[in-house]
Structures are given as C-alpha cells and as structure tokens.
C-alpha cells in the first residue's frame, strides 16, 4: 500500500460516481483514468450494478468525461447504454494521509505481525514483529501477495542466504532476516526511494544495513546480478514476464555479493 500522490498538498478532491452494468466496469475504469482520475475504486450499487467512484484533484470537465466513456466503450465493443449514471461531488477537505494512517491496522501473517510505526501493540512470545513505514513503496502486510511471500518465508526458508528482488519496503528481506538472524540477505530495487525506505525499515528493525553493522545484509538500488547466483530461497516482485529470466539467474550455484 502506498500512500496517495500527493496527498497533502492537494487543496481539495472531487469525486466522481458512475453507475454502470458488470461487463461495462473495465472499459469505465480505462476511461476514467485517461480523464485525468488520479484513481479509482469500484463498489457494488443496486440492481446489481456497480458504481466505478474517480477521484481528481481539479473538477472534472463533464464533456471530456462522456468523450472518454464513449471512446472506451467502443474500444470495448460496449452499447453506450452499459453505462447508467454520472454524477460529480465534492469531498470534504482531510488530511487523508493522516486518515489512511489510522485505517491501516496491525497484519497478522504466520509468525509475523507487521505494524506501522505509530500504533501501539503488545507483542505475543514468539511472534516476529515487524514494523513498516511504507512512503511511496509497495509493502505493508495488507496485499495478499505480500502475506503470501511471508508465509513462503516462514515455510521454506532455513536460514543461509535469502534474495530480494523489487524489495519495495523491505518487508519480505526483513522478514528473512528476523526468522533467521545469522542469514545472508541481498535487497535490491530499481527506485532509489524504495531502497532508501527499505534502509530505513531495516534500521527500524534492528536489521541494518551491512554497511553499517557486520551482519551481512544489504539494500542496494540495482537489478539482479550475476553475483546473485545460487541463494537458497528468493522471491521477486515484479511483472511476470521478467520471471523466467531472473529464475534462469538465480538458480545457478555460487551464490557471492
């Protein structure tokens, strides 16, 4: 989860309804983002329809809307009709960051408990505690994908050396080295701002940086390399048909950094 752009320095948020029938949603939601939405969100209506809401920092212009609809519509091969009720609201001013911070609770996932910063909880023995400032990085607990990688961890991984790729907050490299302290751990990332994140996640969680301590563990902005080779246990974060090459690089032995 990754904090909206911007989101504290836009003076006001309109919102956008559209009521529409199912097959309509993907068409909608393509059409809406080309009209400028800085995002969007889906919800079931009634009549069993579905109301696609588009948030956009400046009022959005009615007319260039409908052309985008239509547009979409015919890309989809959709009658204009799929497409019910357009309505415009303005959202009360908020600090929805500070909002957002309040919603996002304590994830549980296996041994690990990831929580944010500034809540306050009572760790149970034996739980693995993590804590995540997410910023602008992917990674906090709450997407199934993540909990899905710390379950992977905590079943597969026996310690040795662990590797990282498109480590965002950090979370999984984390993870692998609060399960097994003594471990090898390599994070990278390609964004400069997730890899300075991710640092300050490790040193967070008593996992820093092998620059800094003498554990070995390292958070560095790059893509896969070589010297990646032969490490007992890696995930990758990142689109899938970038998989097979990095499994073809990884799998090799003679794992060095």
Not at 198 to 207: G, H, L, P, Q, Y
Not at 239 to 252: G, H, I, K, N
Request: net charge negative.
């Amino acid at each position: 989860m990754a904090q909206p752009r911007d989101a504290k320095t836009i003076a006001g948020w309109y919102a956008l309804d559209v009521e529409l029938e199912p097959d309509a949603r993907e068409a909608v939601e393509y059409a809406l983002m080309e009209a400028g939405a800085l995002g969007t969100e889906t919800n079931d209506a009634a009549n069993k329809m579905l109301r696609v809401t588009a948030y956009f920092d400046n009022m959005p212009e009615r007319e260039h809307v409908r052309a985008e609809l239509a547009t979409a519509l015919r890309i989809y091969d959709l009658a204009s009709a799929t497409v019910r009720d357009m309505d415009v609201r303005k959202l009360e001013n908020r600090d929805w960051l500070e909002e957002w911070k309040r919603n996002w609770k304590p994830v549980a996932a296996g041994r690990f408990l990831i929580a944010p910063p500034w809540s306050e909880i009572e760790q149970i023995p034996d739980q693995l505690f993590i804590r995540i400032e997410p910023g602008m990085a992917f990674g906090t607990g709450t997407h199934e994908t993540t909990r899905l990688c710390l379950a992977a961890i905590e079943k597969h991984f026996a310690g040795g050396s662990f590797l990282d790729v498109g480590t965002g907050t950090g979370i999984l490299a984390i993870a692998a080295a609060k399960l097994f302290p003594g471990a090898r751990v390599v994070a990278c990332d390609i964004d400069a701002d997730a890899v300075a994140i991710a640092r300050e996640n490790a040193t967070a969680n008593d996992v820093s940086d092998g620059r800094l301590c003498r554990r070995s563990y390292r958070f560095r902005r790059s893509c896969l390399r070589k010297s990646d080779r032969g490490c007992d246990l890696a995930d990758a974060s990142f689109p899938v048909e970038s998989y097979l090459r990095t499994f073809d690089t990884v799998r090799d032995s003679g794992y060095s950094d």
